[in-house]
C-alpha cells in the first residue's frame, strides 16, 4: 500500500513501478472534496497630513480566497490586489485550498487573479503551471488559460498572454559545482522557470527534462541572475550525454506589452501504445509535431515528427531476445528548423 501526504490541488499523479528490469507507469486522479471555504480581505487607509489629497493619502488592499462545489465539479479562485503569493516567499501566503502546511502554492501567476474548475470530465485554469502539451517537448512553465479533457482520446490546449520582456530557453553549462549565471540580472522574482535537460551525445535530441523547484533545488539572486543549486550539477551524465540547465524569465519591467501564445493537442493512450498531434505557436514562431510511442516491457519504440521552417525527426528503438539486447536510433534536422527544441550539431 502506498500512502501520499495530502495533496496541494487536484492533480494527477503517476506512479513509476520497476518490476524486475520494467517500469511501469500508473497514473491516478486525485478528487477533489466537496467542502466549501471562502475568506477574504478589503481595507482602506487614509493618512492626514494637514494637505488631504486623495491619491497620495488613501491606501487600499484586497484579496480573498475561494473553494466550493460548482456544477458537478469544484471551483478554486485566488485575488489578490497587490499580487498573487507566489513560491519565492514562502512566508507570504494567506488560505488557499488543500493542506495549508505544504510549501507550494498552487494558484499563482502574473496577474492578480487566478482560478481552476475541476470536473469529472475536464480540468480548466488560468495560472501559473506547466502547459498540457506533451507530444512536442514545450517544458516552459507559463501563466496560461489552459483546459484538457479526462477522456480517451484526451484534448487539450492553453492560450497565453507572455510578456514581450521574456528571456525564453537560454542555455547554462554546468560547471560540476553549484554555481550557475544567468546572461542578465533584474529579473522580476518568480518569473523563472529552470530544467535540466539531458541531450543525446552528439545529435542533440532531448532524452530526459526535469523541472528544478524554487527554494528546494534551488535559489535565486534575482538583482546579479546568480543561481545557487542544492546540489553540483555535472555537464555529462554517467552516459557521457550532456546535461544543460535551460533557463526561461521575464526582467524587471511591465506586464503591459504581452505577446500571444497558444497551442493545442489531441492524445490517445493504449495499453502500450501511445499517438498523438499538437501545434504549439510559442515566441511568435508555430511548430507542428506528431508522436508515437510503443512499450510492451519487452520492446520499446518513440518516433517523433514535427516541423517549424524545416524538418526534424527522431526514432529510437530498442529490445530483449534473450539475455541479449539490440537498439538503434534514427536523427535528422533540416538547417531551416526553427521550431521548439532545435538541436545544435555535435
Excluded: C
Excluded at 491619491?55 to 485566488?78: F, H, I, M, S
Excluded at 493504449?270 to 509535431?289: H, K, W
Amino acid at each position: 500500500m502506498l500512502e501520499l501526504q495530502p495533496q496541494a490541488s487536484p492533480t494527477t499523479l503517476n506512479l513509476d513501478v520497476l518490476q524486475g528490469n520494467d517500469v511501469k507507469r500508473y497514473s491516478y486522479e486525485v478528487k477533489p472534496g466537496d467542502h466549501r471555504v471562502g475568506i477574504g480581505v478589503l481595507s482602506a487607509t487614509i493618512g492626514l497630513d494637514g494637505n488631504f489629497n486623495l491619491g497620495d493619502d488613501l491606501t487600499w488592499q484586497a484579496r480573498a480566497t475561494y473553494e466550493g462545489p460548482l456544477a458537478n465539479g469544484k471551483l478554486y479562485v485566488a485575488a489578490d490586489k497587490e499580487g498573487l503569493p507566489t513560491e519565492r516567499n514562502t512566508l507570504n501566503r494567506y488560505t488557499g485550498y488543500g493542506d495549508s502546511s505544504v510549501e507550494s502554492v498552487p494558484l499563482q501567476g502574473i496577474d492578480p487573479v487566478a482560478f481552476a474548475y475541476d470536473h469529472p470530465s475536464f480540468r480548466v485554469q488560468y495560472r501559473r503551471s506547466s502547459l498540457p502539451v506533451s507530444v512536442l517537448p514545450v517544458g516552459e512553465q507559463l501563466t496560461a488559460l489552459t483546459a484538457y479533457s479526462k477522456s480517451n482520446p484526451a484534448v487539450s490546449g492553453f492560450v497565453a498572454l507572455v510578456p514581450s520582456d521574456r528571456v525564453s530557453g537560454e542555455r547554462l553549462t554546468p560547471q560540476g559545482n553549484r554555481l550557475l549565471r544567468l546572461a542578465r540580472g533584474n529579473i522580476s522574482e518568480g518569473s523563472e522557470t529552470l530544467e535540466v535537460v539531458t541531450l543525446e551525445r552528439g545529435s542533440g535530441k532531448e532524452l530526459r527534462r526535469t523541472p528544478l523547484t524554487r527554494n528546494a533545488d534551488y535559489q535565486l539572486d534575482p538583482s546579479t541572475g546568480i543561481i545557487t543549486l542544492a546540489r553540483a550539477l555535472d555537464a555529462v551524465d554517467g552516459s557521457l550525454n550532456d546535461v544543460v540547465v535551460l533557463a526561461s524569465y521575464r526582467l524587471n519591467s511591465a506586464l503591459d506589452q504581452r505577446v500571444l501564445a497558444y497551442g493545442g493537442q489531441v492524445q490517445y493512450k493504449a495499453q502500450n501504445f501511445t499517438v498523438g498531434a499538437a501545434a504549439v505557436s510559442l515566441d511568435q514562431r508555430v511548430t507542428l509535431g506528431a508522436r508515437a510511442t510503443y512499450d510492451n516491457g519487452t520492446t520499446r519504440a518513440d518516433g517523433l515528427l514535427a516541423y517549424s521552417g524545416g524538418l526534424q525527426a527522431s526514432a529510437d528503438f530498442a529490445t530483449r531476445v534473450g539475455q541479449s539486447s539490440l537498439s538503434a536510433k534514427f536523427r535528422y534536422q533540416d538547417e531551416g528548423y526553427v521550431g521548439l527544441a532545435p538541436r545544435r550539431r555535435g
